[in-house]
Every structure is written in C-alpha cells, then in structure tokens.
C-alpha cells in the first residue's frame, strides 16, 4: 500500500503524512522509510504505541512521531494539518458498528490533499457513496 500511495499517487515524499489507528506502526514506518517529510501516527492503545515506539528506535527514523489519543476526537483540532492519511481503520462490526466509518470522516477532515484506507471490496460502493457527502 505504502509503495503505491508513494510511486503512483506521489502522497508520500516530501509530505506530512498520518496515520489513524497506527497500532505497532507498519504502515507509519514503512511509509516514513520512503521519503515521508513527517509522519505521525494515532492510537488509543498505549501498549501498541510502546512498541511502535521500539519500532521506530530500531529503524533509527528521525521523521516519525506518535500521539496516544481517541482519533474521532481529532478533527476539529487537527483540521486539514496533513498532506495525506493512511490508514487501516478497525473493524469493529460486532460491538462497534460505523468505526470504520467515523475513522473515514476524521481523516477526510485532517487530510489536505488525499485519504488512503483500507476497506472490504464488499464496502466499496457504501464508503464511496460517504464519502463525497
């Protein structure tokens, strides 16, 4: 995913970059290792975060930074603060129906330029219908 948000779309090098619902910071690290300018990742699991933390210590990256937070809580104060969000939202569909969804919202507002996501191809047409309301 990484690869392609950078080669294809250019969202990556150069850009200030996020990701919601980081966890242990795959998505950040990896993005962050082709050129990112600052990438900065969200979660509310403080155990996820030490060791994203452990992770990005061991690549030795300089450019990515974490904030322990509830990501839904974020829009209004971090509105259009990102060139790109990345991300691979949770979902909850058992107990915690729309998750995904309201990750999807809170990227759309925190993002300048462009929101990649991951999603069940099932979904596709739903989450395309939401977000150009």
Request: glycine share 4%; proline share 2%.
């Amino acid at each position: 995913m990484s690869y392609t948000i950078h080669n294809i779309y250019d969202d990556v090098e150069n850009k200030v970059d996020a990701d919601l619902g980081c966890g242990c910071g795959v998505l950040s690290i990896r993005t962050a290792m082709l050129a990112a300018g600052f990438y900065v990742g969200f979660d509310t699991d403080e155990d996820a975060l030490k060791i994203f933390n452990r992770n990005v210590e061991e690549f030795e990256l300089t450019n990515v930074n974490m904030v322990h937070c509830d990501m839904c809580s974020l829009s209004n104060r971090m509105s259009k603060s990102f060139d790109t969000v990345i991300m691979n939202p949770p979902f909850w569909t058992k107990n915690n129906k729309g998750t995904d969804m309201a990750f999807l919202k809170t990227a759309l507002e925190m993002a300048r330029t462009a929101v990649h996501s991951l999603h069940k191809s099932s979904t596709r047409e739903h989450i395309q219908k939401k977000a150009a309301e």
